[in-house]
C-alpha cells in the first residue's frame, strides 16, 4: 500500500529525498520548497511550517533541537519517510535517518552538506556518475573479514567517468579528529586510495598535511581543502592542495559516456 497523507504532492517527495541525505534547517526546507515552486501558487512560510508540522506528526519527519547550533531546529527523515519514497520508486543510493548525538551532530551536518553537494554536481556537471556511497558504519558493516583496529574514512564514494571507475574516500575534519586517530585512519588507507581530507579551518590543513608526512612513508594521492571551498565548488572546482607536490590543483573528472 502507498504510504501518503493528505495533501502530498510532488514538492513534499522531493523534499523527502533531499533529508534522505541527512539532517536540514526550517529555513532550508523554506528555501527548498519555494526553489520548487514555479507553478501559478508559491507557498509562504507559515504554510511550508505547517506542513512540517503534519510530517512531523505523522511521523514521516522528526524535529530535533540542536541549541548549540546557529540554526537550532533541525529536520530529519524517519522510517516512515523512507518508506513513502520506497513507496514511489525512489531507491536512495544513500539513506540517513539515524539521529546523532549532540557531540556528533555538527560533523555529521557538515557530512550531510557535503553529500548533497556531490550529488548536485553529478546532476548538473554531468562529469561522473555516483555508483554508491557509503559512510564509515556501513564500511566497516559490508567489511565481513574486518580487522580489529582498522579505522575507516568518513566517507566512501565511487563514481564511474570516461577514464573508469574510481573509489574516492572523504575525511571531515571538525577539529574533534585529535591526531592519534587521523594517524590510525592514514595508517588503514587502502594501498592504491584516493583521500580527501577537508576541513572546518583552513589552518588545520598545516597540522594535518604534517601529521600525514610523519605517517605515510611514500606519498599517497591526499588532497586537502576547506569547507566553505567544498561547498562552494564541489569537487572538481575546488582548490585543493596536493600532498604529494604541495601544489594547488584542481581534479578532472571527465564525463561518463553517453
Known amino acids: 500500500m502507498t504510504l501518503v497523507y493528505s495533501g502530498f504532492k510532488q514538492r513534499d517527495l522531493e523534499w523527502l529525498r533531499h533529508l534522505s541525505f541527512g539532517p536540514s534547517t526550517i529555513k532550508e526546507a523554506f528555501e527548498f520548497y519555494r526553489g520548487l515552486d514555479t507553478g501559478r501558487r508559491s507557498l509562504h512560510f507559515q504554510q511550508i511550517y505547517a506542513k512540517?508540522?503534519?510530517?512531523?506528526?505523522?511521523?514521516?519527519i522528526r524535529k530535533v533541537y540542536y541549541p548549540f547550533m546557529p540554526s537550532k531546529l533541525f529536520c530529519f527523515l524517519?522510517?516512515?519517510?523512507?518508506?513513502?519514497?520506497?513507496?514511489?520508486?525512489y531507491d536512495p543510493i544513500y539513506l540517513k535517518i539515524q539521529v546523532p548525538p549532540d557531540h556528533l551532530f555538527q560533523h555529521e551536518y557538515w557530512l550531510t552538506?557535503?553529500?548533497?553537494?556531490?550529488?548536485?554536481?553529478?546532476r548538473e556537471?554531468?562529469?561522473?556518475?555516483?555508483?554508491?556511497i557509503l559512510d564509515d558504519g556501513q564500511m566497516k558493516m559490508k567489511n565481513q573479514f574486518h580487522v580489529k583496529g582498522t579505522h575507516y574514512a568518513d566517507l566512501e564514494l565511487k563514481i564511474q567517468s570516461q577514464t573508469g571507475r574510481k573509489d574516492l574516500l572523504i575525511e571531515m575534519d571538525g577539529l574533534n579528529l585529535i591526531r592519534s586517530r587521523f594517524v590510525k585512519k592514514l595508517?588503514?588507507?587502502?594501498?592504491?586510495?584516493t583521500l580527501f581530507v577537508i576541513t572546518s579551518q583552513k589552518e588545520r590543513i598545516d597540522s594535518l598535511r604534517k601529521y600525514t608526512a610523519q605517517t605515510l612513508r611514500k606519498p599517497k594521492r591526499i588532497y586537502f581543502?576547506?569547507?566553505?571551498?567544498?561547498?562552494?565548488?564541489?569537487?572538481?572546482?575546488?582548490n585543493w592542495l596536493s600532498f604529494a607536490t604541495g601544489q594547488v590543483v584542481q581534479l578532472s573528472f571527465e564525463a561518463p559516456p553517453k
Open 52 to 60: 512540517l508540522g503534519t510530517m512531523a506528526r505523522r511521523k514521516i
Open 78 to 89: 524517519t522510517p516512515v519517510g523512507a518508506s513513502i519514497l520506497l513507496s514511489h520508486g
Open 113 to 122: 552538506l557535503i553529500i548533497r553537494r556531490i550529488f548536485r554536481e553529478e
Open 125 to 132: 556537471t554531468k562529469r561522473y556518475e555516483i555508483l554508491s
Open 187 to 193: 595508517s588503514s588507507l587502502p594501498e592504491d586510495s
Open 225 to 238: 581543502s576547506h569547507i566553505e571551498e567544498v561547498l562552494k565548488g564541489g569537487l572538481t572546482d575546488s
